[in-house]
């Protein structure tokens, strides 16, 4: 609860400190008095809630970005698995996918209004090949990360290529495969809401795009509130899920306010035993308290 209540005060106060600055017109190196107040966003908010308008435009950008993530992830995740295990797929696909990787999507938009017949299906194109490069390249280093011994132990119980794929393979890469999908999906939303901006009818980024042409500022305001929280959202789900399907992990206990312990002071729970409190049997030579500590460890032990 003290951690909710730190949060909520941090966005109490960097709220204050907006209103503040744009309330006093204040103009040392910014021009906060260009900047709308945070009253005024919150009037503007109010007004485009109680319309349609504000949730179409949600519901259009929310089925977009699902469209094209949704695809992404399949696509993603099958073609990294094909390109770490096998070597001619790595021939074949790897150098066309690393020629257009580094292609920002957005400069895709041209080859969407020439390739698909509606604008539609060129701005789920583009969010999904914004979504797609981090979740191919993320999953091929984790299937390549595993180690093979799990996999031999597969084989030696009588297991096929099938068998590896879907108890190795898979479950071994899923933490990185949600690592790239956590990155996957805020490239997305970067992307449809600029593909909006350019070629779309609705959506949040078309209407926040509308209100910057005609210099309804609060209104351009009320549109990235809504970007940032619409990815927040979305992006907290993914971790969600990925925390659910990957709970087999061991995950390291954190404690609020522990502190890690020193380099110079060790933690004394982990401590071997030491010729001092170990018991010494009879007849047995003196040896160095290094060897020995480990030497009463190791008897310890069995």
């Not at 003290?2 to 209103?19: C, D």
């Not at 503007?44 to 259009?60: E, I, K, M, N, Q």
């Not at 969407?112 to 490069?133: D, M, R, W, Y």
């Amino acid at each position: 609860m003290k951690r909710y209540a730190l949060r909520l005060v941090s966005l109490a106060a960097a709220l204050g400190l907006w209103q503040a600055l744009t309330g006093w017109n204040i103009d040392l190196w910014l021009r906060f008095s260009q900047f709308p107040t945070v009253t005024d966003v919150a009037r503007t908010f109010a007004a485009r809630v109680s319309g349609p308008d504000y949730w179409t435009d949600l519901t259009d950008s929310l089925t977009r970005i699902l469209a094209g993530f949704l695809l992404a992830a399949v696509l993603g995740v099958a073609t990294g698995v094909l390109v770490a295990r096998s070597r001619l797929a790595e021939d074949l696909l790897g150098p066309v996918l690393e020629v257009i990787r580094p292609i920002p999507a957005i400069a895709l938009v041209p080859v969407a209004i020439l390739l698909f017949p509606s604008n539609e299906q060129g701005i789920v194109f583009i969010t999904c090949t914004a979504a797609f490069f981090p979740v191919l390249v993320s999953t091929r280093h984790a299937v390549r990360a595993l180690t093979p011994v799990w996999e031999e132990a597969v084989r030696t119980m009588g297991g096929g290529r099938w068998r590896i794929l879907g108890s190795v393979v898979l479950p071994g890469a899923l933490p990185g495969v949600f690592g790239g999908l956590s990155v996957g999906i805020g490239v997305s939303w970067i992307c449809v809401i600029s593909a909006e901006m350019i070629s779309g009818q609705y959506g949040v980024g078309y209407r926040t795009w509308q209100d910057y042409t005609v210099v309804d500022y609060p209104g351009v305001f009320v549109g990235m509130a809504t970007i940032g929280v619409l990815g927040w959202l979305t992006s907290t789900a993914v971790e969600l899920l990925g925390r659910r399907l990957t709970r087999w992990l061991p995950r390291t206990a954190y404690v609020p306010g522990a502190r890690p312990p020193r380099p110079d002071r060790p933690d004394l729970s982990d401590r071997p035993v030491t010729p001092a409190t170990a018991t010494v049997p009879a007849g047995t030579a003196a040896v160095p308290g290094g060897a020995r500590s480990a030497e009463a460890r190791d008897e310890h032990l069995v």
